[in-house]
C-alpha cells in the first residue's frame, strides 16, 4: 500500500546546499579521474584522422619498444575483438578496434605505459597504413541517391516509414484551416563537453574486475562489461561516487572502459584512460543536428487544425537516439498530425542522448512556428498556447496525464516575467532593438522501477543510506538525504551516504531521462518509513501502548492519547539489543492507464544589434511543473543550468566539419563555444508549479533536469523575432547570421 502524500514538510522542499558541496568544490571528493593506485599504469588511444578509411596494417613495434611502454592493443588481439556498436536491429556492426573506421576518432590502438606521457610518445611511434575512402558528412548528401555508402545496407539507419505516426485526417485539417504556414527548422550539431573528461581505472583481483569509472549508471556499465567481457555480473564491480557531468553521454559503456580492462588484464597492473578534451569532441556523442520541416494550420479562433512534421536526421556512423517528433503528436491540442522522421547515418561522429534527446529541437521548429502563427492571427502567444493545452496524452492513445500544470506554467510565467509590459516596451531607436519571446514545452518520458534502498539506523541515531543511483552533480544524494530527514527526523549531518556501486549498494537504473528523483526517492522512502514502522513497534512493546496510536516526532516516539507516554529513538531496549534497524524500499509501479510527464514555459528579453548582429539575452524566466519541488536550492540550479545550456544551442554552440576532410575543426573548448557566465543572464528567476500529483509515484515528483533546457532556444528565437521582425530559422544565431538575415531584410 501507498503510503500517505506528504502534506506540510518540515526539510523536503526547504532550499538545502549539496551535502557533499565541501568536498566537491575543496578538491576533497575523489572522482575516478582523480583515482590513482599503486603500480597503475596509464593508456592513450590512437584514433582515425581520416573521416573514413580502412586501416591496412598497424606496426606497434616501434611503440611497444619506447622507454616505459608495457602493452599495446590492436585488432590484431584476439581478446580485442570485441563486437560494437549495435545497428537499428541490434546486431554489432562494428569492433573495438574495427578496422574499418567511418569517422574521425575512431580507435585504431591502444598504449599503456608508465606515464602518461610515454602513452602519449608512444602513440606517435605507431605505424598504421590507412586506405583513405571517400566520405559523406551532410545528411542532406547522405541520403540522396547514390550517395557514398556508410554501412553495407545503405545509409537509411530503418526503412523509411518506419516509426512514422498519423492520426486524424490532416489533408481536412489543412482545408479547415484559417491560416496553413510550412517553414524550415534547423539546429546543429551539439557536443556535451562534461566538465570531467570521460575515462575509467581498472584492475583485477584473481578474476574479478573493479572499474572505478565517471558514468551515469553503475549498473548498466556493468551489465555492458560483462556482456563485453563475457563474465558474470558478480565478478564485475563499478564504482562512481563522483562524478562531474554527463547530459547523457556517459549512459552507455565507453570503449574507453573496456580497453583499461584488457589492458589490465593483460599487464597484472592497474591501469588508468582517460580521454584528452579534444578527443571527447570526437569519441563520445553528440546531439545530432537536425532539419524540421513543419506545417501547421490553425483558425482564426486560435484552434489548432493540423500539424505535420518531415524530420531528418543524422546519427553519424553508428546509431542511437535521433527522433523528435514526440511534442509535435503531443504538446498542443490538434485532431491531426503526422509525424514523419528519417535518420541517416553519416561520416561523422555517433549522436547519444543529450539532455532531452529530440527535445530542445523539437521545441526550436514547433514554439518558433506557434510563434508565427499566433501572429498572423492576431492572438498573444500565451494566449494561443492556453487555448490548445491537452489534459490527455495525445500521443499515447489519449491516456490522462497524472497532471498537467502546463496552463499554470504559461499564467504564472507570463507573470513573474511581466510578459505583457516587455511586449509592449519600446523596442528602443539606435542600433541596439529589444524583444520578448517565450516557449513551451515538455519532456515525454517517465522513469519506473526496479529501485531498491536501504536506510540503517543505528542506536546512537544516525543513519546510514545506501542507493545505487549516481549523482551526476545535480544533488541526488541530498534530496535523498533530504527524503530520510523528513520521515526520520534524522538531522542531514547525521546521515552518511552509500552510492553508485555495484558491490555494495542496491540496483538501480542510470541517472537519466530526468527520471533519479522520481525513480529513487520513492524507494528511498519506502526504505524510511519500514524503519519508522520498526522503530514504533519497539516502542508500543517498550511503553505498553498500541502502535497505532504513536508517531516519531523530533527523535522519540510519542502516544497521541498520553503524551506522557514517550521514549527517545536512544532509549529504545530492542534497538540497543539489536544495533541497528534495516529498512528496505522498492520502488512501486507507476499508475496503470495514465501518462507522467513534466510541462514547462521560459520567457526571454534579448536585445539585438541591428548592425553587428549581436545578442544579448537580458534576463529569462521559467515557471516548471515537475511535481513537488524536492529541494528549492538545487531544482533552482537545474533550471539556470537549463536554460544557460539552451542559450548555448540558441546562439553558440555548433560542431563544424570541414567539407574537404570531414573532420571537425573546432574540437576545443576554444572554437566550440559553449555560455559563460557572461554569456547566461543574471537575471533568471525561475516558478515552481506544483499541481499536487499524487498519483505519479510516493513523492509527487516529476523529473526536471531535461525540461529545464526544452523551451529555451525557441524562446530566445522569438524574443529575436520580436526585437527584429526576422525569423531565424537555422541554430544557432550567430552574429554572421543575424547579420545576414537583417541585411538581406534592409535590402528588400
Ligand atoms: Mo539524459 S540525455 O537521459 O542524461
Known sequence: ????????????????????????????????????????????????????????????????????????LTDADQEARIPWHPDAQGKPVSRLFDPHCRCE?????????????????????????YETRPFVIEMEAAHRAGATQVHDGGNYVYPPGTGDTERGDVAKGFAEADVVLEETYRTSCEIHTTME???????????????????????????????????????VRV??????GGFGSKLNLGKYTVIAALFARKTGRPVKLFLSREETFLSVGNRPAHTMKLKAGVRKDGTLTALEL?????????????????????????????????QVYTHA?????????????????????????????????????????????????????????FAECLREGAR????????ERKKGDGAWVRGAGMAGGMWGYAGGPPSTAIVRLYADGSVNLNIGASDLGTGTKTVMAMVVAEELGVPLDRIQIESADTATTQYTGASGGSKTVMVDSPAVRAAALEVKAALVQMAAGQLQAAASGLSLVNGEIVSADSPDKRVKVQDLKTLKEQQVVVGVGRRGPNPAGKVIRPFAAQFAEVEVNTRTGEMRVLRMAAAHDSGRVMNRLTYENQVFGGMTMGIGLAMTEQRILDRETGKMVNAN???????????????????????????????????????????TAAAVANAFYHATGVRMTSAPITPAEAIAALSKRRKG
Open 105 to 129: 576518432g575512431e580507435e585504431v590502438a591502444a598504449v599503456a605505459a608508465e606515464t602518461p606521457q610515454q602513452a602519449a610518445d608512444a602513440l606517435r611511434r605507431i605505424r598504421v597504413e
Open 669 to 711: 573548448w576554444h572554437d566550440y563555444k559553449i555560455p559563460t557566465m557572461k554569456d547566461a543572464p543574471a537575471d533568471m528567476t525561475c516558478v515552481a508549479i506544483d499541481p499536487h500529483d499524487h498519483e505519479c509515484d510516493t513523492t509527487s515528483t516529476k523529473g526536471l533536469g531535461e525540461p529545464a533546457m526544452v523551451p
Open 1 to 72: 500500500m501507498n503510503p500517505k502524500p506528504w502534506g506540510d514538510t518540515a526539510v523536503v522542499g526547504k532550499p538545502v546546499s549539496r551535502i557533499d558541496a565541501y568536498e566537491r568544490l575543496s578538491g576533497a571528493a575523489i572522482y575516478s579521474l582523480d583515482v590513482l593506485l599503486p603500480d597503475m599504469l596509464h593508456a592513450a588511444i590512437l584514433r582515425c584522422p581520416h573521416a573514413h578509411a580502412i586501416v591496412k596494417k598497424v606496426d606497434a613495434s616501434a611503440a611497444l619498444a619506447m622507454p616505459g611502454v608495457r602493452a599495446v
Open 197 to 235: 573528461v570521460h575515462g575509467s581505472v581498472a584492475k583485477w583481483d584473481g578474476k574479478r574486475l573493479t572499474v572505478w569509472n565517471t558514468t551515469q549508471g553503475v549498473f548498466d556499465d556493468q551489465a555492458a562489461l560483462a556482456a563485453a567481457l563475457k563474465m558474470p555480473l558478480s565478478d
Open 310 to 342: 518531415n524530420g531528418i536526421g543524422t546519427v553519424g556512423a553508428y546509431t542511437d537516439w535521433t527522433t523528435v517528433g514526440y511534442q509535435v503528436a503531443d504538446l498542443y491540442l490538434c485532431p491531426n498530425v503526422r509525424v514523419k522522421e528519417l
Open 416 to 423: 513573474v516575467f511581466g510578459w505583457r509590459q516587455a511586449r
Open 349 to 405: 561522429g555517433q549522436s547519444r542522448p543529450f539532455r532531452a534527446p529530440g527535445f530542445p529541437q523539437c521545441s526550436w521548429a514547433l514554439e518558433q512556428m506557434m510563434d508565427a502563427l499566433a501572429e498572423k492571427i492576431g492572438m498573444d502567444p500565451v494566449e494561443f498556447r492556453l487555448k490548445n493545452i491537452a489534459a490527455v496524452s495525445q500521443a499515447e492513445e489519449n491516456k490522462p496525464y497524472t497532471s498537467t500544470g
Open 239 to 244: 564504482i562512481g561516487h563522483y562524478m562531474g
